[in-house]
């Protein structure tokens, strides 16, 4: 047996906290709620709600693909995710009718995905983790991923904020500033992809676009700035995270709706306290 | 030196030809007015002159360097987007208090900093789109039809703005204008457009005569002029242009 390193108590601590599964599904939530918070709220904002469902069902086929070759899932999920993104942004400049075309290829992708995950032997009886997410199965591994692609979202998102602000507000003042909106699109495109991998294992696929939109919804009646509601949005998901494990402790629920049960839940509340803007 | 150039420009989309020989150029401190029918390609030549649509045929020359102040003709103003008219004016250049509050003065609306966008009125909001375009000490105005929707003394009161933007600073103006005759008294070109330049000339300034009053009335302070169109050619009968011919004016199409 080789020598060990000592190691300083409150490292000690953290790494014997994270034995538990219940600090790293909380652990694993507030991650999540890092990248939704903002990317959620571009996706209010840019109505791309439908299409972030049509991605994040995509992932179901990046699933079983991933699986049938031997390849990480996450890697998996990320391409189909990916894929499935720059199909919708080529048909909506081509002029397809988006509400029709989103509709089409978000079903499309989750049936795909259904089918093909039905040939994969062994995946079967595990299906509703990949749909409705398994945060308390969340391993050391997973956090790192979920944490790793949170900071990776976050930091994109900090780093194009002032140009896809002003692309999303209008983007011939965006071309007139001498900024490229298809760049910042492809970006918000990336952390879309990013974001689908890191939050199956945490929401599942059917509910990842809502882990999206409704924090940031919720944010929506107290902010004044973009930066106020990004900022709510992460603290209104991470609460809903962290509600969701403790009601689905106390009542044995499934953890992943229940996460999204009390983020709509705020967000009634929000909403009806929000008075009507002049 | 000329600030912006479209030379021999064509534009199109899909099959149809939306600007078929365009030659325009502003010249620095000039205010230049386009105007023309709907779907004359008045928007297109600025999109095209600003480098979002590419040209067909014909090039588009800037000035190295060019600093260009754009006022869009609409924000998407989703009620979805929180948006303070201060946080505003920090897009996509962040600028300090001063500078937002010396903007907002400058533009008359000093008291509007901490209001909602989307709960700005027409001209406010004309006026604090103006602001932000300022703050980046543009050397050409670009303004994409920033009076519609505006009543006349708006429209008057807007248009004296940019007069006495282009006095403190010598900005350069190219604006499009969504009315076919009444132009910016203080244009020193307009250009008609109807997917070709239609006519050129200078605006007719008539605040004395009766006809003027008769459709202006005082409190415009003589920001606004007729614009006389001379054309040398028909467009024939499938081709809108639909010039009305209300207007106490000679309109010549010969």
């Known amino acids: 047996m080789t020598t060990r390193m000592p190691i300083p108590t409150p490292m000690l601590m953290t790494i014997a906290m994270l034995d538990d599964f219940l600090t790293r599904a909380a652990l694993a939530g507030v991650g999540l709620s890092l990248a939704t918070g903002p990317l959620g709220s571009f996706v209010v904002w840019r109505r791309m709600a439908y299409f972030g469902d049509a991605t994040a069902h995509a992932a179901i086929l990046g699933v079983a693909l991933a699986l049938a070759s031997d390849l990480p899932i996450g890697f998996g999920i990320m391409v189909v995710a990916l894929a499935m993104a720059v199909t919708v942004a080529t048909l909506a400049a081509k002029g397809w009718a988006m509400d029709t075309t989103l509709g089409v290829l978000a079903h499309s992708a989750l049936a795909f995905g259904l089918v093909a995950v039905s040939f994969v032997p062994g995946v079967r009886t595990d299906l509703s983790a990949w749909l409705f997410g398994d945060i308390l199965a969340v391993s050391r591994g997973d956090l790192a991923f979920v944490w790793g692609g949170a900071i990776v979202v976050l930091g994109l998102l900090a780093w194009r904020w002032q140009a896809l ?13 001498g900024l490229n909106p298809d760049r910042e699109r492809l970006a918000l495109t990336v952390a879309l992809a990013i974001v689908v991998a890191v939050a199956i294992k945490v929401v599942g696929a059917l509910l990842i676009a809502a882990m999206l939109i409704i924090p ?3 944010a929506r009646s107290l902010s004044r700035t973009p930066e106020a509601m990004a900022v709510f949005a992460i603290g209104i998901g991470a609460v809903s995270a962290l509600g969701g ?12 709706p229940s996460i999204i049960v009390i983020a709509a839940g705020i967000f009634a509340v929000t909403a009806a306290l929000s008075r009507p803007r002049a | 030196m000329t600030l912006i150039a479209a030379d021999h420009l064509c534009v199109r989309f899909g099959g149809s030809e939306v600007l078929h020989d365009v030659s325009i150029a502003v010249q620095p401190g000039e205010i230049v007015t386009i105007v023309g029918p709907n779907g004359s390609g008045k928007s297109t030549l600025l999109r095209a ?28 103003l989703d009620r979805s987007l929180p948006m303070t008219v201060r946080r505003f004016l920090s897009l996509p250049v962040r600028v300090s208090d001063a500078a937002a509050s010396q903007a907002l003065a400058r533009v008359g609306v000093p008291a509007v900093a901490q209001m909602q966008m989307s709960s700005l009125s027409g001209g406010q909001l004309q006026r604090v789109l103006l602001a932000r375009a300022l703050l980046s000490d543009p050397q050409l105005l670009v303004l994409d039809e920033p009076t519609q929707g505006l009543d006349q003394p708006g429209e008057a009161g807007f248009y004296q703005l940019i007069e006495d933007v282009r006095a403190q600073s010598g900005v350069a103006v190219l604006m499009v204008s969504h009315d076919l005759h009444v132009v910016m008294a203080a244009s020193d070109r307009v250009v008609c457009l109807n997917g070709h330049v239609c006519c050129e000339g200078t605006p007719h300034v008539v605040s004395s005569a ?18 006389q169109h001379v054309h040398d050619h028909d467009h024939g009968h499938d081709h809108a242009h639909a010039h009305p011919h209300s207007h106490a004016h000679d309109h010549s199409h010969a």
């Open chain 1, 216 to 218: 940031a919804a919720a």
């Open chain 1, 245 to 256: 494990l403790y009601l689905s402790l106390w009542q044995d629920t499934p953890a992943g």
């Open chain 1, 165 to 177: 602000l002003t692309a999303t507000l209008n983007e011939d003042l965006a071309h007139a500033s």
């Open chain 2, 210 to 227: 009766p006809e003027y009053r008769a459709l202006f009335g005082l409190g415009t302070k003589g920001a606004l002029a007729l614009y």
């Open chain 2, 49 to 76: 002159l600003l480098g979002i649509v590419p040209a067909a045929q014909g090039r588009v020359q800037r000035a190295p360097g060019l600093r260009i102040g754009y006022v869009p003709q609409r924000l998407a």
